[in-house]
Structure formats: C-alpha cells, structure tokens
T-cell receptor
Framework: EAGVTQSPTHLIKTRGQQVTLRCSPI?????VYWYQQALGLGLQFLLWYDEGEERNRGNFPPRFSGRQFPNYSSELNVNALELEDSALYLCASSFYRTAYNEQFFGPGTRLTVL | QKEVEQDPGPLSVPEGAIVSLNCTYS??????FMWYRQYSRKGPELLMYTYSSGNKEDGRFTAQVDKSSKYISLFIRDSQPSDSATYLC??????????????FGKGTKLSVKP
C-alpha cells in the first residue's frame, strides 16, 4: 500500500513569492494535516482538513492557507513568503474516525526562502 | 509552560545500552500517546502508540504512560546504531476531542555508537 506522498521534495523561493505544496493521503484516509518543522522549533501544527472541510488551524498567519479536494488530496499555499518560512513542511493523513487517529507522515517538502 | 516538554538532548549511548526517552505534558485531556522516529531529512515514522495509562511492548521498544504524573517514556533495549535518529513524542485528545492534530515534543536526538 502506498504511503503519504508529497510534492515537490525541494523548493527554493525568494521573499515575497508564493508557493503551493501538494499532498496525497493514504488510500482510505479522509483527514490531512499539515505541519511545519523549522530548525529548533519542532513540529508546529498548521492546518487540518477532514472530508473537504477545514477543521482546525494552528497559530499561523492567514497567508498560510490550503484546501482539500474530493479525492482527499490537499494543497498548502503560502503567500508573501518570508525568510522564516524556510522549513520542512510535512503532511500527514489519518482516518479520523478511529479512536487512536494514528497519523502517518509523508517525506516532506523542504522549502528554502532566500 | 509548553503543552509538551521533551529534553532535546543530544543523547549519545554505546551500542547495546538501554535508552530512556521522556516527555511531560500539561493537558489532562490527552488520552492518546505516540512515539515517532525521524531519521535525518525524512518524515516522522510512527513507532508506537498507547491509550491512557499503562505499558506497551513491541520488540525492543517499551512505551509507558503515567497519566497521574503526566509523564510518558519510551525505552529502547539493546540499542543499535540504526536506532540513531530523533525521537518525537506526540499526544492527542483523540476522536471527539476539540483538536484532531497531534501536539509534539521538540524531539530528542539519539546517537548510538558502535
């Protein structure tokens, strides 16, 4: 069974640009989560989508946004990039209705903002 | 006080040693506790999960949860160089809770020397 996939693997952008990251969940999973892992800060929760709806949002500015498509894949958009947005962006998926809500992560997209 | 505290290490041990990794937390609503292993420049890999208080064993790994003390541990027996990675604890309220996302510790970097 295929795991969570993310694209692209690496991105280099300059300040002020916009970027779109993509995630495909494990088959059968309806929830997608986005996390930011910046150096020294650990994993910070960004967004949670379930069944096409945004369910929860972390403490990030509105220039971080996303959506979930009918096939449960998801996009994360970051506008007006800042230097501190440089990080590994991780997508995880789960079938939320299970008690444990085990989340399985993709390999991440490494974003560098110059 | 952060919701989840984890000693970042680094922790260096000789091959064959018993490793103890720990996290403390403040949110008494957390019911589900997980440990992830993250190799350098990769996404986190789910290692173990437990519900409420108690122990769970899987091969060389044992996870312990003490809800009364808000303290969780991961023990690795007979550690191997391949165990060298960053270990992340994560917690959630589980299905029906106010948050679907996991709350992570910052991770402990472990190095097992041959």
């Amino acid at each position: 069974e295929a795991g969570v996939t993310q694209s692209p693997t690496h991105l280099i952008k300059t300040r002020g640009q916009q970027v779109t990251l993509r995630c495909s969940p494990i088959s059968g999973h309806t929830s997608v989560y986005w996390y930011q892992q910046a150096l020294g800060l650990g994993l910070q929760f960004l967004l949670w989508y379930d069944e096409g709806e945004e369910r929860n949002r972390g403490n990030f500015p509105p220039r971080f946004s996303g959506r979930q498509f009918p096939n449960y894949s998801s996009e994360l958009n970051v506008n007006a990039l800042e230097l501190e947005d440089s990080a590994l962006y991780l997508c995880a998926s789960s079938f939320y209705r299970t008690a444990y809500n085990e989340q399985f992560f993709g390999p991440g997209t490494r974003l560098t903002v110059l | 006080q952060k919701e989840v505290e984890q000693d970042p290490g680094p922790l260096s041990v000789p091959e064959g040693a018993i490793v103890s990794l720990n996290c403390t937390y403040s949110n008494s609503a957390f019911q589900y506790f997980m440990w992830y292993r993250q190799y350098s420049r990769k996404g986190p890999e789910l290692l173990m999960y437990t519900y409420s208080s108690g122990n769970k064993e899987d091969g060389r790994f044992t996870a312990q949860v003490d809800k009364s003390s808000k303290y969780i541990s991961l023990f690795i027996r007979d550690s191997q160089p391949s165990d060298s990675a960053t270990y992340l604890c994560a917690m959630s309220e589980g299905y029906g809770g106010s948050q679907g996302n996991l709350i992570f510790g910052k991770g402990t970097k472990l190095s097992v020397k041959p």
